[in-house]
DNA sequence: CCGCTATACTTGAGTACGCAACCAATATAG
DNA sequence: CTATATTGGTTGCGTACTCAAGTATAGCGG
């Protein structure tokens, strides 16, 4: 299912939801190390990330004014249009899988449930939200 | 948590599963292939893996009588002593994630919904069955 | 019996990380 | 206002994988 993200759209499952969590924060953008908490990726995971996301112009650094140690990482018009198109397969890949194994009374449980683990703080179901 | 079992017995998960799957094999014995399946790597990945097993002496390699293209991995006194000791306090560990985050009637549920899913043929609860 | 495909495994190259060491800018303490 | 700690970020090195290619054995169909 990953493996669908990178060979149809060359993303990472990494990739795919930073992007995600870009076009859901505010003005499309985060500081990297809130991406990188968002993610459970180290700092250095997430510049290594984001090094691919630049160079392939779906996201771009922006500084911050009131601190100078931070960049942000800012969503582009070709990320976020990247973003929807992966997503409309991979939303449909995941409801799929989960669709085919459990009966939706057995999701509502399992959203209950698994939604309390941290980290878990989204998704309510609809796609990328942006 | 995987990083307890790095820090405190040196062993990935990955290896940890390895010595758990050949504890529970019949004679502590399986192809690598197999091995390969049910750990979710591909056959280098669990050459690699074993080459590190072997080196720390947890398991051996055993060669197979009627098709000379298989080489058993054979688990040691050695392995299944290191399994005990990591079995502990790995399972002390997954444990108390998750009865401090769920009531044992969730946890129930969770295992009844979870233990439908792809590759969890096992792990009734109790620790490493050997 | 001979080629052909399939299976079991290994090896070389590349990738996605983590960790530790580092620099720069900001907060806090004295 | 300095001195120290804390936070945000990058970089070098090591590790755990995957994929593609290669070797060896096994099991065909003719």
Redesign the pocket.
């Given at each position: 299912m990953s493996?669908q993200l990178?060979a149809e759209h060359g993303l990472?499952?990494?990739?795919y939801e930073a992007l995600l969590h870009l076009a859901r924060a505010e003005d499309g953008r985060m500081?990297?190390?809130?991406?990188?908490e968002r993610?459970?990726?180290?700092?250095?995971?997430?510049?290594?990330?984001?090094?691919?996301l630049e160079a392939a112009g779906l996201v771009e650094?922006a500084s911050?004014a009131?601190?100078?140690?931070?960049?942000?990482?800012v969503l582009t018009a070709a990320g976020r249009t990247k973003l929807h198109e992966a997503s409309e397969s991979h939303m449909a890949d995941i409801r799929a899988y989960f669709e085919g194994r459990f009966s939706s009374e057995e999701l509502k449980q399992l959203a209950a449930l698994l939604g309390r683990l941290p980290g878990a703080a989204d998704a309510a179901g609809e796609d990328c939200a942006a």
């Open positions: 493996a990178v990472t499952i990494n990739d500081r990297r190390v809130d991406l990188a993610l459970i990726l180290t700092a250095s995971g997430v510049t290594r990330l984001l090094d691919g650094r911050c009131s601190d100078r140690r931070v960049t942000y990482a």
